[in-house]
């Protein structure tokens, strides 16, 4: 009896030390919530600069990126975003397939590119956004694929990358064997469409603890890439779009 009183007793400390939700903060997770209902698909996040942006010059490769945060993040911090190319971040935090369908002529094929590098996945397993499976990753892949080559765009398809439990539990939704199963769909629809399969995963994970998560050293987060991640990713991303270039 003594025992569930302490118990008790030490639960309800640990509430009353919780700190309590503040005016301010709540009115950021309303508005945040707000602007996710009447704005599903992002159409604003990059809307306005978009219509700045000139056609591309005679001869110019231009490339987009569209993804989640592994996208938006590149450039943020001390590792450039491919500087000096003609080169675009399309990426938008938590994103997942469905809402890259939605916006992908606006921030995609409005901009004329000649590749298209498509990365998400993530979001949709650890389901950011509801429900999301392998077999929906694939039909809003396939969707996105259909209207980059009707626009004569070629299609660069990322892997997933993988995640880790250094700083929290990540796992639990993002199963290391549900991404490796996932990138191996992946990996099928890019030799299915005539697309070339980006291998994010191959370096950042970490194959000598055998537990296949993300080294690491490579993220602050257990999530996204850092510098360090991004630093590895850069040259491989490189390569897939000078294939696509390439490619007839």
Not at 80 to 95: E, L, T, Y
Not at 188 to 215: C, F, H, P, W
Not at 220 to 227: A, I, W
Request: with cysteine; hydrophobic share 40%; aromatic share 6%.
């Amino acid at each position: 009896m003594k025992t569930t009183v302490c118990l008790l007793l030490l639960g309800t400390c640990a509430w009353a030390q919780a700190p309590a939700p503040t005016i301010e903060s709540l009115t950021a997770e309303l508005n945040a919530a707000r602007k996710k209902l009447v704005d599903w698909g992002g159409l604003t996040v990059y809307g306005s600069d978009n219509t700045e942006i000139p056609a591309p010059k005679p001869g110019e490769n231009r490339v987009v990126f569209i993804g989640d945060s592994v996208t938006a993040n590149w450039g943020k911090g001390k590792t450039p975003f491919f500087p000096g190319k003609p080169w675009f971040n399309r990426g938008i935090a938590s994103q997942t397939t469905p809402q890259m369908l939605v916006r992908f002529r606006q921030d995609v094929v409005a901009l004329e590119p000649k590749v298209v590098v498509i990365q998400g996945g993530l979001g949709d397993i650890g389901m950011v956004m509801g429900p999301g499976s392998e077999g929906t990753i694939s039909d809003h892949l396939h969707s996105m694929i259909d209207i980059a080559k009707a626009h004569g765009i070629k299609v660069v398809i990322a892997s997933l990358t993988p995640v880790c439990d250094c700083y929290g539990s990540q796992t639990r939704l993002r199963p290391v064997g549900k991404i490796a199963a996932i990138n191996g769909t992946l990996r099928d629809i890019a030799a299915e469409t005539g697309s070339v399969y980006l291998n994010y995963y191959s370096v950042l994970v970490d194959t000598a603890a055998g537990t296949r998560q993300m080294k690491k050293e490579l993220t602050d987060n257990g999530v996204d890439p850092n510098d360090a991640g991004y630093a590895l990713m850069a040259p491989l991303a490189e390569k897939a779009i000078a294939d696509a270039l390439a490619s007839k």
